[in-house]
């Protein structure tokens, strides 16, 4: 087998005299079809597509008249032969390649459009089983992609009706094919190629899945979504790549950056367990929530979230579960913020807010987090998988431990504050009363530092913590925790339970009169 290295591609443009066209999608093919025909190149095609061509009245061959072997299998079988196959894999500018296929009577194919079944799209019906899905893998399509792809030299490969128009300009304008944008379509289909099997095996991966394994091979295709200006850091090149756009709508401003990109996923994350409560506000900085507040109007919940930390939420984001109105616009407006996110906004409050053209404005069209979907983390020499977290509790999954029950009043903030501290990085402590976090203290080596922080930062703001509730985003692992936040003002605690001092703290509680709930399940961010 002879190989060649790039460099000695043959890179002159290329005279399309044949073209094989086979598409499940047939948007534009017509149109494509009929120039190609008025630019003298033949046309070979298979089963419906060939039919639809034919009905436009534009001269068609059928492949099994090429082939001289009609489509069997209930159409299973098609393209797969090698008088199809030598035409697209054949070098023309290989002698030896032109004289083997001239002893074959195999003719160069310089064209090939193809796009798959629609597995993607098959699967994405819940009526769909394994059977349907299993016939819905296209065979034939992939493999004359990949064919013509590999020998871009010499053959052009459309996979999407989106092509069509430039590949007709490049026709139009020039009778022939570039190398360039040869080279380009084939790194389009062997990434269409391989996005579709990965599809494939992620299904199939899925269905061997059980809940208490991930499955055995991890498979990621994403598209990229947009360049960015740059990382973290200057320095440091970047992309962001999937279907953000799905999620969010960002109308108004500069493009988002990576850091951005971090903070808008913190921060919907965290809205997605407010959805449905009452009007909710809540201000991130760095991925962290600096202030959350629930209340009967936007306006009031942004001057209780705000009231946590005056000092953060400059150059922060601020997102709602409401629509934004004019009221809490005027109040946002006073300060800096980089992003300001809700499912819409006002004619009066998108007034006020556009007048400033660096900052974005983003509207919420779905939420993340919906079902029991798979995060990714990259780490030395791969990636770490787990389900998002998307556990909930309510009032029944609370278990009471200590002597003393919590109040309806403490329940509604030990609630409020466990929805808070699960999207605070751990260690996470979170103090919260009637609604509104009194004091957050986040990322911390040791739970007594991140109370003393949260302590801290209410003092400052001059909030008291007098008959507030404590969320604690695991166990406490010895008892000087809960005496801390007793002496602090707390009245109530919520973790998770599990440590082997529990008896300890559940002492500890009742000597101070604390009412203490036990969710069974903790929330780490790390």
Known sequence: MSLQPLDSLPKNPLK??????????????????????????????????????????????????????????????????????????????????????????????????????????????????????????????????????????????????????????????????????????????????????????????????????????????????QTLRYGENPHQKAAVYGTQNEFIDCFHGKQLSYNNFTDVDAALNLISDFWNDKPTCAIFKHTVPCGVAVSDKLNNSWDKAFATDTMSPFGGIVIVNKELDIDIAQKINEIFTEIIIAPSFSPEALELLQQKKNRRLIRIKKLPNTDQNIRFKSIFGGALSQYADIKTIGREDLKTVTERKPTDQEIEDLLFSWKVVKHVKSNAIVYARDGQTIGIGTGQTSRVEASEIAISKAKQEGLSLEGTAIASDAFFPFADGVEAAAKAGASCVIQPGGSIRDEEVIEAADKLNMAMVFTGNRHFRH
């Open 16 to 225: 399309v005299k044949r073209a094989l066209l086979s598409v499940s999608n047939k948007t534009g093919i017509i149109k494509l079809a009929r120039q190609l025909h008025q630019s003298d190149v033949e046309i070979i095609s298979t089963g419906g597509t060939a039919k639809k061509i034919r009905e436009a009245e534009i001269p068609v061959t059928d492949v099994s008249n090429i082939t001289g072997f009609e489509e069997c299998l209930d159409g299973r079988v098609k393209t797969l032969h090698p008088i199809i196959h030598g035409g697209i894999l054949g070098r023309t500018s290989h002698q030896s390649d032109v004289d083997e296929m001239n002893r074959l009577n195999i003719d160069p194919i310089e064209l090939v459009v193809v796009n798959l079944y629609p597995f993607e799209e098959t699967i994405s019906d819940p009526d769909c089983n394994p059977a349907i899905a299993t016939e819905n893998i296209d065979i034939g399509g992939p493999t004359m992609i990949r064919a013509a792809a590999k020998n871009f030299a010499h053959v052009c490969v459309l996979t999407s009706p989106k092509q069509y128009n430039e590949f007709s300009k490049e026709l139009t304008e020039h009778a022939e094919i570039s190398f360039k944008k040869r080279r380009q379509w084939a790194t389009t289909a062997f990434n269409h190629t391989a996005h579709y099997d990965a599809t494939i095996g992620n299904y199939f991966n899925n269905l061997e899945a059980n809940d208490e394994e991930l499955s055995q091979q991890l498979n990621i295709s994403l598209p990229k979504s």
